[in-house]
């Protein structure tokens, strides 16, 4: 059965630094990866996807990696600041097209 | 605007009553799925369709039923058998489509509706 778990649950950082969250899965056989952010309330707003075939993805201040053969995956932050502070989700598809969540990193960033 | 619909935002029910969410999509998506959030629990997957008329178990399927009778609604029944049905729900969509040489299977969310049986 699929795992997903997200290391740390709860993170606080001084803005302006740069901070890296984790998830690990436990079965390698996935179709892809995708990390979201969800604001209190809120639903869930897709930040970066990885195909399974790729290493990385970019967008502005994120990059997320993904290192499929050890079930690993980063979510890289560049210069936080306090607009960031949300909870982060990492989710892995299947290649029977379930989508499996981590329980999330709670990131609040200190003004 | 293209996207996902979750109804009603907030929704009350007494114990014991049958309750359906609402999700409809007008992104011509294929797939779509049904998550249960609880505090500390992250998003538990309850069923999901890959296409019309076809639908899975999730995990935690117990106390629930789904129908995929058109490709752009896929509401969730939360039966009296759900025995802590208080919950916050998420209903996702995606699609394969083929973008710059890979295949895009991006999932997308709606803002959720929260469940409060009483």
């Known amino acids: 059965k699929q795992e997903v778990t997200q290391i740390p649950a709860a993170l606080s950082v001084p803005e302006g630094e740069n901070l890296v969250l984790n998830c690990s899965f436990t079965?390698?056989?996935?179709?892809?990866l995708q990390w979201f952010r969800q604001d209190p309330g809120k639903g869930l707003t897709s930040l970066l996807l990885?195909?399974?075939?790729?290493r990385e993805q970019t967008s502005g201040r994120l990059n997320a990696s993904l290192d499929k053969s050890s079930g690993r995956s980063t979510l890289y932050i560049a210069a936080s600041q306090p607009g960031d502070s949300a909870t982060y989700l990492c989710a892995v598809r299947k290649r029977d097209d379930k989508i499996i969540f981590g329980k999330g990193t709670r990131l609040h960033i200190l003004p | 605007d293209g996207g996902i619909t979750q109804s009603p935002k907030y929704l009350f029910r007494k114990e014991g009553q049958n309750v359906t969410l609402s999700c409809e999509q007008n992104l011509n998506h294929d797939a779509m799925y049904w998550y249960r959030q609880d505090p500390g629990q992250g998003l538990r997957l309850i069923y999901y369709s890959q296409i019309v008329n076809d639908f899975q178990k999730g995990d935690i399927a117990e106390g629930y039923s789904v129908s995929r009778e058109k490709k752009e609604s896929f509401p969730l029944t939360v039966t009296s058998a759900q025995k802590n049905p208080t919950a916050f729900y998420l209903c996702a969509s995606s699609i394969d489509i083929v973008s710059g040489g890979h295949m895009n299977t991006e999932a997308f969310f709606g803002q959720g509706t929260r469940l409060t049986v009483v």
């Open positions: 079965d390698s056989a996935i179709y892809n």
């Open positions: 990885i195909q399974s075939s790729q």
